[in-house]
C-alpha cells in the first residue's frame, strides 16, 4: 500500500517547506493541493521543495497541469472542476494522472478515461466532512473489486485502520490531516510507515 501525504492549505510556504522535507522519505508521493495558491505561488513552492531535495517524481500537483508539465513532476491530481483525464493524457504523456472521484460512477469513468488511479472517499468520519455520510468500506470495496487501477483511500484514516482497508483492496491511503495537523509531523508519519510495514510483513 501507498502512503499519498495530501498538503492542507492552511500552512505558509516557509512551513511546508519545512514540514515536507522533514517527512518526504517516509512518504510515496506529496499531493501539492493549495487551491488558494496562484500558479506562480504553486510553481514556487514545488520549485523550492525539488531545490530543498524532494524527488520531482514523488511530487503530484493538484489541478496545475501548466505547473507540474513545466516543472517536470510525477504527476497531476485532477478535481471535478478540473480538466478532464482524457484530454491530460492525450496531451501530457509523460504525467501520472489521478483523479479524485466521489461514486462508483465517476470512478469507473476515470479509469475508462486513462486515469493511472483513483483517489476515492471520504471513508471514515472527519472533521474536514462534518455532516456527509461516509462511503465506508463496503463503498471501498466494491470499487476496488471492480476497476484494475489503484483505489488510494482518503478520509479519517489512522494507522490503525490499514488492516481493514487492505482487506477491502485499498492500494494505498491519503492523509491530510493526520500528518499535517500533528504536533510532531516526524513522529506522526513514521506511525503510518510502521503501520505500513507491519501490514506489508503479514502478507509477505
Do not use: W
Not at 59 to 76: E, T
Amino acid at each position: 500500500m501507498q502512503l499519498h501525504l495530501i498538503t492542507d492549505g492552511k500552512k505558509t510556504k516557509e512551513e511546508l517547506v519545512a514540514i515536507l522535507c522533514e517527512v518526504h522519505e517516509s512518504v510515496d508521493f506529496i499531493h501539492v493541493r493549495e487551491k488558494h495558491r496562484s500558479a506562480i505561488e504553486v510553481f514556487e513552492l514545488v520549485d523550492e521543495l525539488i531545490k530543498s531535495g524532494i524527488q520531482p517524481g514523488k511530487i503530484i500537483i493538484n489541478d496545475r497541469i501548466d505547473v507540474a508539465h513545466v516543472l517536470h513532476v510525477g504527476g497531476v491530481q485532477l478535481a471535478y472542476h478540473s480538466l478532464g483525464v482524457s484530454e491530460i493524457r492525450r496531451n501530457f504523456h509523460e504525467l501520472r494522472v489521478g483523479k479524485s472521484v466521489h461514486s462508483y460512477e465517476e470512478a469507473i469513468q476515470a479509469e475508462r478515461d486513462g486515469a493511472d488511479f483513483v483517489v476515492y472517499g471520504h471513508i471514515y468520519s472527519t472533521s474536514s466532512k462534518e455532516g456527509l455520510i461516509p462511503k465506508g468500506l463496503m463503498g471501498l470495496k466494491r470499487l476496488t473489486t471492480s476497476l484494475k487501477i489503484p483505489v488510494i483511500a482518503i478520509g479519517g484514516i489512522t494507522p490503525d485502520k490499514l488492516q481493514e482497508l487492505r482487506s477491502a483492496g485499498a492500494g494505498g491511503i491519503a492523509v491530510m490531516s493526520g500528518i499535517m495537523d500533528a504536533n510532531n509531523n516526524a513522529h506522526a508519519v513514521k506511525a503510518f510507515q510502521a503501520a505500513l510495514l507491519a501490514e506489508k510483513e503479514e502478507i509477505g
